[in-house]
């Protein structure tokens, strides 16, 4: 059963970098689009970006300045860093797996603070 | 940027009732559409993709239905464990979206 888990820096000031690891376990980044998602409290659910192995990178146009995907196939690793963040930022941001039509599989989520 | 419209934004119903919820997309997406659940202090847990197929494990009582513009995700027996927001997603054109969210609730 393959299992995403993430983790990261919790508590931000505004104009620094928000930086978060998503490990995959049983199972390969290979053949799938690996999704970043994010849901600011009491809020719906905002598409970051996506990186295939073999397609690249696709961004969210309202985030593409400040965003990068990037994967380690080594350490079966995705990453997600978005510069210059305000309080605008404050989310829960998971990773996600998408096979075919559907993530269908998620991170823990973790939860990213910016304040003062 | 494809804008999907949910409805209602809270639907209140008893369990053993029959829940429809709809979604609706600013342009036709074919059947580019997936359906999510999510329980407060979770992650969204997959229920259907492109439109109207079940996701592995999903019950028999949920369905997706529709093509184009317009879709429903229909729970046909609601059981304690439904209560939850329910949201749609288009993966046909980029940056993929989702809809604001339908808050089912115990009547």
């Known amino acids: 059963q393959m299992q995403l888990q993430q983790w990261g820096a919790g508590l931000l000031k505004p104009s620094e970098t928000l930086s978060l690891t998503c490990a995959i376990y049983?199972?390969?980044?290979?053949?799938?689009?690996w999704s970043w998602i994010r849901q600011p409290p009491g809020k719906g659910l905002e598409w970051i970006g996506e990186?295939?192995?073999?397609?690249?990178?696709n961004y969210n146009p309202s985030l593409k300045s400040r965003v990068t995907i990037s994967v380690d196939t080594s350490k079966n690793q995705l990453s997600l860093k978005l510069s210059s963040v305000t309080a605008a930022d404050t989310a829960v941001y998971y990773c996600?797996?998408?096979?075919?039509?559907?993530?269908?599989?998620w991170g823990q989520g973790t939860l990213v603070t910016v304040s003062s | 940027e494809i804008v999907l419209t949910q409805s209602p934004a809270t639907l209140s119903l008893s369990p053993g009732e029959r829940a429809t919820l709809s979604c609706r997309a600013s342009?036709?997406?074919?059947?580019?559409l997936a359906w999510y659940q999510q329980k407060a202090g979770q992650a969204p847990r997959p229920l259907i993709y492109?439109?109207?197929n079940r996701a592995t494990g999903i019950p028999a009582r949920f369905s997706g239905s529709g093509s184009g513009t317009d879709f429903t995700l229909t729970i046909s027996s609601l059981e304690p464990a439904d209560f939850a927001v329910y949201y749609c997603?288009?993966?046909?054109?980029?940056?993929?979206?989702f809809g604001q969210g339908t808050r089912l609730e115990i009547k």
């Open positions: 997603q288009q993966r046909s054109n980029w940056p993929l979206t």
């Open positions: 342009q036709s997406i074919s059947n580019y």
């Open positions: 996600a797996r998408r096979a075919g039509g559907l993530e269908d599989y």
């Open positions: 049983g199972g390969s980044f290979s053949g799938y689009y």
């Open positions: 990186i295939h192995h073999s397609d690249g990178t």
């Open positions: 492109d439109a109207t």
